[in-house]
C-alpha cells in the first residue's frame, strides 16, 4: 500500500481563494481588516514564521503590523501593548508568537489578550468554549486539522481517533475538536507506555508532540489516517514527528512535512482574522 499524500498546501489555496473574495467584499464597505503580531526575540526559526503569517495576511489584501520586541523586554511591557491593541478599534486581530521567553508566563500574557481578538484561539474563554461545545474562536491547528480531513472526504464520526501530544496549545485542543465531532478518542504522549499498541489500533492518528520521527511504521496500522502536526529541523531538514518514508507505505492517507498542516495553520489564522473583524464591519 502507498498513501495518498494530503496536500495541505492545495487546501490553504482554496481556503485563500475564497478569503480573497471574502475579503475583498467587507473593505468595500470602507474598513480594512487589521492584524497586530507581537514578536519577542531573534530566534531565526520563529521569525520565519511570523514572516509567513505577515505574507499570508497581505496575500488577501489585510494590513499586518508587527511588533518587535527584544529579548529582554519585560511581561508588563508586553501586556501593557497587548491591552493598547485590545482598545485600538482598527486591530481585528491579535497574535502572540510563541514561543515567548523563559522569563514570561505565557498564559498571563495569552489571557490578556480580548477573546474576540484572539486570533489564535489560545484565551481561557475560547479554550473553555471549545470544551464545552460552544461556539468559539478555535486554536488554528486543531481546525487545521478538522478542515484536513473534512476536506479529504474522511468521516471523522465514530472513529477511533488517537492524538499522540497533550500539549494546551495544540495536542488537547486537536482531542476536544475531535470528541466534538464524536470521534472516539485516545490521547497520549511521551511518557505513555506501550504507545505503539496505541496507536496501532488508530483509524485516524494525530501527531503532535515534537519529537523528530517518533513515530514509525510499525507504530501504525494499515490504512490509517496520520496528521502529523511536528516540525523539526534534523541536520538543516524539516521533518515531522512521523517517519514518513516508512508510514507512506502503510497508511491510507498522511499529511507531509512540510506542506501539510503547515500552510493549513497559517489559513486557519487568516480564516479566524476574518470572522474577528466581520463580526464588526
Wanted: hydrophobic share 40%; charged share 25%; proline share 4%.
Amino acid at each position: 500500500m502507498s498513501a495518498q499524500i494530503i496536500d495541505g498546501r492545495a487546501i490553504a489555496a482554496q481556503v485563500y481563494s475564497e478569503l480573497t473574495t471574502r475579503v475583498a467584499v467587507l473593505k468595500a464597505k470602507g474598513v480594512i481588516p487589521r492584524v497586530a503580531i507581537i514578536h519577542v526575540g531573534t530566534e531565526e526559526m520563529t521569525k520565519r514564521y511570523v514572516t509567513l503569517k505577515e505574507n499570508a495576511a497581505i496575500r488577501l489584501g489585510m494590513e499586518c503590523v508587527t511588533y518587535h520586541l527584544v529579548e529582554d523586554v519585560s511581561q508588563q511591557r508586553v501586556i501593557e501593548l497587548v491591552q493598547k491593541l485590545n482598545a485600538d478599534e482598527s486591530v481585528h486581530g491579535i497574535l502572540v508568537q510563541m514561543p515567548l521567553p523563559d522569563s514570561m508566563d505565557t498564559k498571563t500574557v495569552l489571557d490578556a489578550i480580548d477573546p474576540e481578538k484572539d486570533i489564535d484561539g489560545l484565551h481561557f474563554c475560547n479554550a473553555g468554549k471549545l470544551l464545552n461545545g460552544e461556539p468559539a474562536v478555535i486554536a488554528c491547528t486543531p481546525r487545521a486539522v478538522i478542515r484536513i480531513l473534512d476536506e479529504t472526504g474522511i468521516d471523522i464520526m465514530s472513529k477511533h481517533t488517537v492524538v499522540v501530544g497533550k500539549s494546551v496549545l495544540v495536542g488537547r485542543p486537536i482531542a476536544i475538536c475531535l470528541l466534538n465531532r464524536n470521534a472516539t478518542v485516545s490521547v497520549c504522549h511521551t511518557k505513555t507506555q506501550n504507545l505503539g499498541d496505541i496507536t496501532k489500533n488508530a483509524d485516524i492518528l494525530v501527531v503532535a508532540v515534537g519529537r523528530a520521527k517518533m513515530i514509525t511504521a510499525d507504530m501504525i496500522k494499515d490504512g490509517a489516517i496520520v496528521v502529523d502536526v511536528g516540525m523539526n529541523r534534523v541536520d538543516g531538514k524539516l521533518c515531522g514527528d512521523v517517519d514518513f518514508e516508512g508510514c507512506s507505505e502503510k497508511a491510507a492517507y498522511i499529511t507531509p512535512v512540510p506542506g501539510g498542516v503547515g500552510p493549513m495553520t497559517r489559513a486557519m489564522l487568516m480564516e479566524n482574522t476574518y470572522k474577528s473583524y466581520s463580526s464588526k464591519a
